[in-house]
């Protein structure tokens, strides 16, 4: 089997719809594909709608969150997407998006970027706004070449000169509302240390004490000596590995399926989960 647990589509910032997101992983070989937008679970309906035979559907997001300053984001897998603490706080968390978007086209603005805002809700259509579709009018207006060049401390990185802060959930909390919503927490990309700061390993402890589930440890942002680390501490905390792309279509360079999850341990996920279940493929729409 072939598992990729961590994707985007238009509903978050990826460039691809849900229902297209789900034919591409069934093409390029996929047997499971979680779906996993910002902040919200919009893309879940259409997916399943166009999931094709033979590919199963991971219903999820990942939750903006932060700790002592350092920005995180937690995989939520098979959630009861309606229960209402965690959808309150979905909610909340989406609609300071657009605020803090108009802000980074302000201050943007303020260093001569002749960027609107406009133009960033053009890019993300009816996602939910983010730091990446500013990116992308950057290189729409050939600030910068590509969009992870956007993300420094010149533009839009965690204190740059354009960064605004957004409402974020505190991990501890965010943990505790994806298990009382009956679903499974994982870190992602807890290694990304291109991205900024990173949580210190006695935090990811703490979460593990916390109900944490697991870590995603196989990850383009991660470098082999980096994986292999958090490989030990998952190992010693008793956290389950998983692997992903993180895929955002052409929004990224990295591709679906480029990292995977063990079976054993996607089995072990949909054990522990009792808000949703995995969604089968039956030939679409």
Request: proline share 5%.
């Amino acid at each position: 089997m072939r598992i990729d647990l961590h994707t985007h589509s238009t509903a978050s910032d990826g460039t691809d719809a849900p229902a297209d997101l789900v034919r591409k992983a069934a093409a390029v070989g996929l047997d499971v594909v979680a779906l996993t937008d910002h902040d919200t679970t919009r893309g879940h309906a259409e997916a399943i709608a166009a999931l094709p035979e033979g590919l199963t559907l991971v219903t999820g997001a990942e939750l903006s969150c932060r700790l002592d300053g350092i920005s995180m984001h937690m995989l939520a897998y098979l959630f009861d997407a309606e229960e209402p603490a965690l959808l309150a706080e979905r909610e909340l968390v989406r609609d300071d998006r657009v605020p803090r978007a108009r802000g980074m086209v302000a201050k943007l603005q303020e260093l001569g970027v002749p960027v609107t805002w406009e133009q960033v809700a053009r890019i993300a259509g009816d996602g939910s706004v983010g730091r990446p579709h500013v990116a992308t009018a950057l290189v729409e207006l050939g600030v910068v070449p590509t969009v992870s060049d956007a993300f420094t401390q010149d533009w839009l990185a965690d204190g740059g000169r354009a960064f605004v802060e957004k409402h974020e959930t505190d991990p501890f909390e965010a943990i505790r509302l994806i298990k009382g919503a009956g679903g499974v927490a994982v870190f992602a990309h807890p290694g990304a240390s291109k991205r900024g700061r990173t949580v210190p390993e006695a935090a990811i402890a703490e979460m593990a004490a916390a109900g944490l589930d697991g870590v995603e440890v196989d990850h383009m942002d991660h470098d082999a000596d980096t994986r292999a680390r958090l490989r030990g501490l998952a190992k010693e905390l008793g956290l389950l590995v998983t692997g992903s792309s993180d895929y955002h279509g052409s929004r990224k360079t990295c591709v679906l399926g480029e990292y995977t999850t063990d079976p054993e341990v996607y089995g072990e996920i949909t054990r522990r989960a009792f808000g949703a279940f995995p969604v089968p493929g039956a030939g679409g729409v």
